[in-house]
């Protein structure tokens, strides 16, 4: 199994970026996919995540209004658009996929896979 992250990058405060991550190796139709991210000297946190059998959407406070999750789930795909970046949100972003249920879509130890990373940096 492979997730792969792109879209990263460099943006001023304000800005925008879109996050995508593609898996392969197996699908994950039946539960979701799922954002982290993880600064320097700290512990990975959520930021947003799709449960593909509900279709909900759940967001970390700190995303709330300003990022949005989407996907596709037959292409085992999530895409995460970010608006009104803040330096803060500076950060290795992480896609992840769950193969199986979960009554807390929003913790670290719900999902199975990892990609390698995306590095967000907003600048002030």
């Known amino acids: 199994v492979q997730l792969v992250e792109s879209g990263g990058g460099l943006v001023q405060a304000g800005g925008s970026l879109r996050l995508s991550c593609v898996a392969s190796?197996?699908?994950?139709?039946?539960?979701?996919m799922g954002w982290f991210r993880q600064a320097p000297g700290k512990e990975r946190e959520f930021v947003a995540a799709?449960?593909?059998?509900?279709?909900?959407?759940y967001y970390a406070d700190s995303a709330k209004g300003r990022f949005t999750a989407s996907g596709d789930n037959a292409k085992n795909t999530v895409y995460l658009q970010m608006n009104s970046l803040k330096p803060e949100d500076t950060a290795l972003y992480y896609c992840?996929?769950?193969?199986?249920?979960?009554?807390?879509?929003?913790?670290?130890?719900?999902?199975?896979?990892w990609g390698q990373g995306t590095q967000v940096t907003v600048s002030s």
């Open positions: 799709i449960s593909w059998g509900s279709g909900r959407t």
């Open positions: 992840a996929a769950r193969s199986r249920a979960t009554s807390q879509p929003m913790g670290v130890r719900s999902y199975d896979y």
């Open positions: 190796g197996r699908s994950f139709s039946r539960y979701g």
